[in-house]
Structure formats: structure tokens, C-alpha cells
């Protein structure tokens, strides 16, 4: 280290030291430049700069014994270095090239930018070698580039997608607009009307499954994605899905079978996500299985020591056009489409990449097998919470007491004895119509009558109408009779409705769907059951609408008043707010509240209904009837001070049901 005396210079020249070595050495070893010096005759090291251990890894006496020590280069252009191409170098001249070397003593591929200069001194040549060690710029570049690729890749995917989502946007658009020319066209032909306005519907709700594909997308990927968890029965799920699928495959003629085999029927979980990742697999399905095809839907629940959790596995396999190896590697990319032209399907690239993502949200997992002309099979599998919650008082409160099964089969016999065995409702059977009669009467006579009585089907069609048909005649027509079947509901609905059947039950025998049943029939045996009527629940209501968009007022208004209900309709939420403070107690039995409104939004205003001083301030029931279509909109709105949640466009169905619970 060089010290001065306060006063005087540092001298820093040659001069100043032992020898060139020592400045040289004191120069280099806080760079990462080494400095080589060869003979101009013969290329060997004449000077070797004493940090060359430390940036290349191999120690001064080594490259001064033999300049290729160095080790084998690996030249970035392809252009390799040779001592005749040094030695081809003109004086005062340079050549300069980026190699890549393994450093000796790490192992590490390291880059250097290599500089030979050929000069001329006392009447000699030198070649001065410059070795610098770009390695942090080399890889800091490689990353860019890249980063570079990879956004140019993403880029042109999502500008495909982009092109791909506005042909599939604007297809079913055209047909909308398309089908809207011809209803006007039509007015005066019924049946020509009806069936435009049944394909406007149906079009619709596919332009809702590609934005809400698109939407999940992008909240999934931003990870703003909330699971809204409730108990849900698997039979019951299972019911939902077949209900979307069987219409599919039964219009292309195809085979579709769905097997339940579960030991625990209830678990906790969000049901919504799990029914749009096996409808978009199921789906697909049925769109890439030929007519005539073959879909199975298996649920099964694994074997696993646990008394908190059951393992469900939903398992599809089609004998459909299958896919190649490298589409089974990309089917869950985002912004890919199945097949990669608009020409060969019709969805948005979303489905699958928005169900593998919902998997992975609820920590499940999905395995793909598949040959092209073969088919496929998805295995998607979840850990769920055991649900405890105790529904022991449904029979009691749906004045379900006791029930009559009619059929010969003891295996469907043992099943719904065996379903029903923690239930206290009584079950009887009778294997003919003589005995289910003589049942019936003696019951009656004993006032304890039976409060539905289930047909097991079997048999060919017309000796089951015409049992069903004795049967409606040997008990009161406020019973419902039920139909207990492996067949298609759609196939024998209007037949048997027209016997007096009221409801059908698919085999085999489920509580969570022999609950849905009695509910829907709306039983109450204890008050005595009454028959059903087709009025609907919202009939002689009176609403309160908040809803901005004037063609939308007009909709629900006009929806309303179809029904025999009224509605008085405000454009923001501070006049339905005003609107309601100035009501008389039971001028309005509910309100539907939309969300994004000016003035003052949805939440806001119902916020402020239910801390007024009005008498039903806290009892009105308070729906969001909005677009917004995400789980934490839903709990915005419940938050708030809402009752339920409706998506638009509005379904009248859905919004009787959620009425009709309000009502009981």
C-alpha cells in the first residue's frame, strides 16, 4: 500500500515502484480485465497479469507454459481464433470476438469479450490479449432477449386469441341480429316465432359462457379470484350437471352414463367452479364425440384414512376424435384454442385454461389421457371438508312422515331402504297394485296416510303408464306420485304427466335427490297438502326496481307485469332510497337493487334502506339484479345488507325461486 506525508504528491508513475509487475499487478486485481502479452514470433506468454486465477480460473504458470491453457473457447460467432489468424493480424491493427469458456475452478460458463493488438515496440512486434469478463452483461442481455421472445410469443398468442374471441363473439351476434330480422318477418307464423325466439336464447347463453370465460380468465390471472364455500350434496351436483349435458348428447344421438358411487353425500365446497370445470369438460365431450358416440361420467370417492375430508374424483372418458401428444401438452394454455382455427371450434381457448386454474385454486389436480381417433379421459381430483351440518328436521318440516314404494325389484327396495335408514320417515312396500291399494286404504283409514308414493319403473312403457294410471286413481290427487327410473325423463315426461304423474327420479335412489324433489313439489302434509297451481309466486307482488339503463327498466317491468306483478322503477340508488322512505309499511314486498348506478350505487343505497328509519327498514327483502358476475360480488352485495343475488340478464325462473324462498 502507498503512503505519503502530508504535503507531498503521490508519486505514481513507473518510477514509483520495484517493477512494471508490481504496477501491473496493482492495476489488474481490482478489475475484471486481464492483460496478456505474447511473443510475437512464437505466441508464447511473455506477460501473464496476476489476476487471470481469479477471473478465468487457471493460475499464471499455466498460461505461461502454454498460452492454451486457457482452455477451449466457445466462439459466440462461429468464427474460431487460430494462431495463424492472430498471426494474420496487421500491425497496428485489432481483432476482437466474444467467447464463452468454463472457468477452471467454479465450473461456470463465464463470457468474455477477447481483444488481440498487434503492435510494433523497439524495433519487435507484440501481440497484446485483453480478456474482459462480461458475464453479467452477456446474461443480464440473454434475459432480455428472452423476456423479449417470450412477450412476442405471449403478444401473438394473445392477438390469435383476440382474432379467434371476435369471430366467436361475432358468429352468435350475427345470428342474434340475424334471428331478430326474421322474427319481425315472422310475427303471424306461431310456430316459426316460438322457435327464433328459442334460438335467440339459446345464442345468448352462449355469448354469456364466452365472457364469462374471458372474465375469469383475467381474474383468475390477476389473482383476484375468491371461492365462495358452502355444503354441497354430490348427488344433487350430479343431478345439475346431467341435466346440462344429457340434452347435448341425447341431440347427437350419443351414449351418456353417469355413475355415483360415495360414501359421505355432503361435503364443503364451492359448487359454482365445480360445476363449470366439469361442464366444460363434459362439454367438450360431447362437441368433440362423434354421433352416436360414447360419454361416461364417473364420481367416485377414494379410499383415504380420513374422518375431516373425502377425496372425490369426477372421472370423463369419451371414445370421441381424441387429440394429439402435443395438444394434451397445451390444452390448458391460456389464450390457446383447442384446435387452433375458428374453422374447427367454437369456443373462446378459455374453457380449459380457466377449469385448470380453478382446479389448482381449490388444490385439486387433473390428469389428461387421450389418442387421436381413439378419445379421451379427464380425471379431475379434490380433497373436500366433510360437511356436519345437521338437516335432520327437513322430513318433519316438509310433513314427510311416511312413503309408499310400489315395485317387485328387492335391490331397488333394499337401495331406498338403505338411503333412508337416518331418516325418520317410514318406509313401505308393495311389490303390485292390488297390495299397493289395499295399502293405501288401510292407511287412509287409520289416518295415516301416505305422503308420496314413488313408482318404481320397469318394464315396457305402456304397462307402466297404465300402472301409474291405476295407481293416481287408488290414492288422493294431492299425493304426489312419483316415478322412480333409469330412462330418459324427456322420453316419457308428457305420457306419464298426462297419468298424473307429478315428478320423475333418476335410479339410483339418492336422498340429496329425493330432498330436491319434495322440495320442489312445495310439501306441507302436517297443513295438509293442497294441489299445485302454475301461478307463479311472484303473482300480485309489488317490486321496487333500482335500474339506470332505460331499456333494462322496460325489460323488467314488462317480465314483472308477464307474471301478474308490478314494479315501480327508479334510475339511481338515491331515488329508490327516497322511494322506499316515503312508502307505507307493505306498499312493496321486495326491492331489486342493480349495482353500478349513478348518484349513488347499489351497496350505498342499501346501506341506507336498512339503516332508515322506515318499519320494514331491516325486513325487506333486497336483491342485486346486476352483470357483475364474481364471487366477491356476491359478498359486496350479502355484505351490504342484501338478501340474494341475481345475474342479468334476468332468469324468471331463478328469480321465482329466490322469491319463493323469501315467501316460506
Same mark, same amino acid.
Given at each position: 500500500m502507498l503512503k505519503k506525508k502530508k504535503g507531498e504528491k503521490l508519486d505514481i508513475t513507473a518510477e514509483g515502484f520495484s517493477s512494471r509487475d508490481q504496477l501491473m499487478g496493482i492495476l489488474t486485481n481490482s478489475i475484471d480485465d486481464v492483460f496478456i502479452i505474447l511473443s510475437g514470433d512464437d505466441c508464447t506468454a511473455e506477460y501473464v497479469s496476476p489476476n487471470v486465477e481469479r477471473v478465468l480460473g487457471v493460475p499464471v504458470k499455466e498460461i505461461e507454459k502454454n498460452i492454451a491453457n486457457l482452455g477451449k473457447a466457445k466462439y459466440m460467432d462461429d468464427k474460431e481464433i487460430t494462431y495463424q489468424t492472430i498471426k494474420e493480424i496487421e500491425i497496428g491493427s485489432s481483432l476482437s470476438h466474444v467467447v464463452g469458456r468454463e472457468h477452471k475452478r467454479t465450473k461456470e460458463m463465464h463470457y468474455y469479450n477477447e481483444t488481440i493488438y498487434h503492435i510494433e515496440a523497439d524495433k519487435s512486434h507484440k501481440f497484446i490479449v485483453l480478456i474482459s469478463d462480461r458475464t453479467k452483461e452477456m446474461l443480464a442481455k440473454q434475459s432480455l432477449e428472452e423476456a423479449l421472445a417470450i412477450a412476442r410469443i405471449a403478444n401473438q398468442s394473445k392477438s390469435t386469441f383476440l382474432a379467434n374471441m371476435s369471430h366467436d363473439i361475432r358468429t352468435p351476434m350475427n345470428t342474434i341480429v340475424g334471428l331478430c330480422t326474421l322474427l319481425q318477418r315472422d310475427t303471424g307464423d306461431t310456430a316459426k316465432f316460438n322457435e327464433h325466439v328459442k334460438q335467440i336464447m339459446l345464442t345468448s347463453r352462449h355469448m354469456l359462457t364466452l365472457i364469462n370465460d374471458i372474465l375469469d380468465m383475467s381474474k383468475i390471472e390477476s389473482g383476484e379470484t375468491t371461492l365462495n364455500v358452502t355444503e354441497i350434496d354430490v348427488v344433487e351436483l350430479i343431478k345439475e350437471i346431467d341435466a346440462h349435458i344429457a340434452p347435448q348428447a341425447k341431440a347427437k344421438r350419443q351414449s351418456f352414463k353417469t355413475t355415483v358411487a360415495v360414501k359421505n353425500e355432503k361435503f364443503l365446497g364451492d359448487k359454482v367452479r365445480i360445476k363449470r370445470i366439469m361442464l366444460n369438460i363434459l362439454s367438450n365431450a360431447v362437441k368433440y364425440t362423434q354421433d352416436g358416440g360414447r360419454i361416461e361420467f364417473t364420481v367416485q370417492q377414494m379410499s383415504r384414512p380420513s374422518r375431516k375430508h373425502m377425496y372425490l374424483q369426477f372421472i370423463i372418458k369419451d371414445n370421441g376424435v381424441g387429440m394429439s401428444e402435443q395438444l394434451v401438452k397445451n390444452i390448458f394454455d391460456p389464450y390457446t384454442r383447442e384446435l387452433g382455427s375458428t374453422t374447427e371450434t367454437h369456443g373462446a381457448g378459455l374453457g380449459m385454461a380457466v377449469a385448470k386454474n380453478l382446479i389448482d385454486l381449490m388444490g385439486g389436480t387433473i390428469a389428461v389421457e387421450s389418442k387421436e381417433g381413439e378419445g379421451s379421459t379427464f380425471a379431475v381430483s379434490f380433497k373436500f371438508p366433510i360437511s356436519k351440518i345437521n338437516d335432520s328436521n327437513f322430513w318433519v318440516e316438509q310433513g314427510v312422515a311416511r312413503v309408499l314404494v310400489?315395485?317387485?325389484? *328387492?335391490?331397488?327396495? &333394499?337401495?331406498?331402504?338403505?338411503?333412508?335408514?337416518?331418516?325418520?320417515?317410514?318406509?313401505?312396500?308393495? +311389490?303390485? =297394485?292390488?297390495?299397493?291399494? =289395499?295399502?293405501?286404504? +288401510?292407511?287412509?283409514? !287409520?289416518? #295415516?296416510?301416505? =305422503?308420496?308414493?314413488?313408482?318404481?319403473?320397469?318394464?315396457?312403457?305402456?304397462?307402466?303408464?297404465?300402472?301409474?294410471?291405476?295407481?293416481?286413481?287408488?290414492?288422493?290427487?294431492?299425493?304426489?306420485?312419483?316415478?322412480?327410473?333409469?330412462?330418459?325423463?324427456?322420453?316419457?315426461? !308428457?305420457?306419464?304427466?298426462?297419468?298424473?304423474?307429478?315428478?320423475?327420479?333418476? #335410479?339410483?335412489?339418492?336422498?340429496?335427490?329425493?330432498?330436491?324433489?319434495?322440495?320442489?313439489?312445495?310439501?306441507?302434509?302436517?297443513?295438509?297438502?293442497?294441489?299445485?297451481?302454475?301461478?307463479?309466486?311472484?303473482? %300480485?307482488?309489488?317490486?321496487?326496481?333500482?335500474? %339506470? &339503463?332505460?331499456? *333494462?327498466?322496460?325489460?323488467?317491468?314488462?317480465?314483472? *307485469?308477464?307474471?301478474?306483478?308490478?314494479?315501480?322503477? #327508479?334510475? %339511481?340508488? #338515491?331515488?329508490?332510497?327516497e322511494e322506499f322512505e316515503k312508502s307505507l309499511p307493505g306498499q312493496y314486498d321486495a326491492i331489486l337493487m342493480d349495482v353500478q348506478m349513478p348518484v349513488m350505487d347499489g351497496y350505498e343505497a342499501t346501506k341506507a334502506i336498512r339503516a332508515s328509519s322506515h318499519p320494514e327498514a331491516a325486513t325487506v327483502p333486497i336483491i342485486a339484479m346486476t352483470a357483475n358476475a364474481f364471487a366477491e360480488d356476491v359478498k359486496n352485495s350479502l355484505d351490504a345488507g342484501m338478501n340474494a343475488y341475481i345475474l342479468k340478464p334476468i332468469d324468471m325462473n331463478k328469480l321465482e325461486e329466490t322469491v319463493a324462498g323469501f315467501k316460506k
Open positions: 310400489v315395485g317387485d325389484n *328387492n335391490l331397488v327396495n &333394499n337401495s331406498v331402504t338403505w338411503a333412508m335408514r337416518k331418516t325418520e320417515v317410514t318406509i313401505s312396500f308393495a +311389490k303390485t =297394485n292390488k297390495q299397493a291399494k =289395499n295399502m293405501i286404504d +288401510k292407511a287412509w283409514g !287409520e289416518g #295415516k296416510g301416505y =305422503n308420496i308414493v314413488i313408482y318404481d319403473w320397469a318394464g315396457e312403457e305402456q304397462a307402466c303408464l297404465d300402472t301409474l294410471n291405476e295407481l293416481r286413481q287408488d290414492i288422493p290427487q294431492y299425493v304426489p306420485l312419483v316415478v322412480l327410473g333409469d330412462c330418459e325423463w324427456s322420453d316419457i315426461e !308428457e305420457k306419464a304427466k298426462a297419468v298424473g304423474v307429478d315428478a320423475f327420479l333418476v #335410479k339410483p335412489f339418492a336422498v340429496a335427490t329425493f330432498k330436491e324433489c319434495v322440495t320442489e313439489l312445495k310439501m306441507n302434509i302436517r297443513e295438509g297438502l293442497v294441489p299445485k297451481t302454475e301461478k307463479s309466486p311472484l303473482a %300480485d307482488m309489488r317490486f321496487l326496481a333500482a335500474e %339506470d &339503463n332505460e331499456l *333494462n327498466a322496460m325489460v323488467i317491468s314488462e317480465l314483472l *307485469n308477464m307474471v301478474g306483478a308490478s314494479c315501480v322503477v #327508479k334510475p %339511481d340508488g #338515491k331515488e329508490t332510497l
